[in-house]
């Protein structure tokens, strides 16, 4: 079963940086697409970037777009999301989930996070706080 396991998150003034990485293991294959979330309180989770398993493919929300970089290191089974231009309104919990779906090897999405039956994405990690304050 996959696991998934987030850091780099904390506490970063307006204007700062931080790298989260996601760490994937149980995996044989890297045959997997890896999103990332985030959700503030008392709002609902949203998609923020995700990489195909091939690397080929990425997407980014339209409010991170040219701040955020999502990367993927399969050698070493790790997916980074490097935040710059960090703002208050980035303050959540981020996750990283793994799509293990078909289209995967050069295709992602964050459009959808819930369906009727649950989750979009399959495996997801326990989350890393980001806090963007002065």
């Known amino acids: 079963q996959l696991r998934l396991v987030e850091s780099g998150g904390g506490l970063v003034q307006p204007g700062g940086s931080l790298r989260l990485s996601c760490t994937i293991s149980g995996f044989t294959s890297d045959s997997y697409a890896i999103g990332w979330f985030r959700q503030a309180p008392g709002k609902e989770r949203e998609g923020v970037s995700c990489?195909?398993?091939?690397?080929?493919?990425?997407k980014y929300r339209d409010s991170v777009k040219g701040r955020f970089t999502v990367s993927r290191d399969n050698a070493n089974s790790t997916v980074h999301l490097q935040m710059n231009s960090l703002q208050p309104e980035d303050t959540a919990v981020y996750y990283c989930a793994a799509d293990l779906g078909p289209g995967v090897a050069v295709g992602c999405d964050i459009r959808v996070v819930r369906t009727p039956t649950g989750y979009a994405y399959d495996y997801w990690g326990q989350g890393t706080q980001v806090t963007v304050s002065s």
């Open positions: 990489i195909s398993a091939s690397g080929s493919s990425t």
